[in-house]
């Protein structure tokens, strides 16, 4: 039951990341700071729901959920945090995304799909800080971890 809340929980996440940003109506920061608290959220959950059986990662994605709970307040509440972070940020959630993937590579050894959640926090880390780099579109970028939340939900939801 867990499991099955848990990747639903992820589907929803993602399909607000994804659709938020093309409603256009809050700024950059806020955007930004929107989809890192909804990874967040995600992280805290899928920590505390794996507890019992996974300490190590379960510590893992404790830390990252509360280091990423802090910077999206921060991106939130404080716009001109944004100003200071804009390049550090780009960069950060790129490496955030890829070291949630490498989380879940750790996580979910024993499940069939987990692999392949893994992986695909990497290589969407990773076209994060290309694109973020190269066309620092919040749409975009938004919807890079909107999408990774997605992909995770349904592969869990398969993993059965």
Do not use: C, H, Q
Request: charged share 5%; no cysteine.
């Amino acid at each position: 039951m867990k499991s099955k809340f848990i990747s639903l929980l992820a589907i929803l996440l993602g399909m607000v990341i994804i659709i938020f940003p093309v409603l256009g109506v809050i700024g950059v920061s806020s955007l930004i700071g929107l989809s890192v608290l909804l990874v967040s959220i995600y992280l805290l959950v899928l920590g505390v729901s794996i507890i019992d059986y996974n300490t190590s990662g379960a510590i893992i994605d404790l830390i990252l959920g509360l280091l990423l709970l802090f910077l999206s307040i921060g991106l939130i509440f404080n716009p001109t945090l944004l100003g200071f972070l804009t390049e550090i940020s780009l960069y950060f959630a790129g490496i955030m995304l890829i070291i949630v993937g490498l989380a879940s590579l750790i996580n979910n050894r024993s499940s069939r799909y987990g692999f392949y959640i893994g992986i695909s926090g990497i290589i969407l880390g990773v076209l994060y800080i290309i694109i973020g780099t190269y066309l620092a579109n919040p749409i975009i970028l938004g919807s890079l971890i909107g999408i990774w939340l997605v992909i995770s939900g349904i592969l869990k939801l398969m993993d059965r």
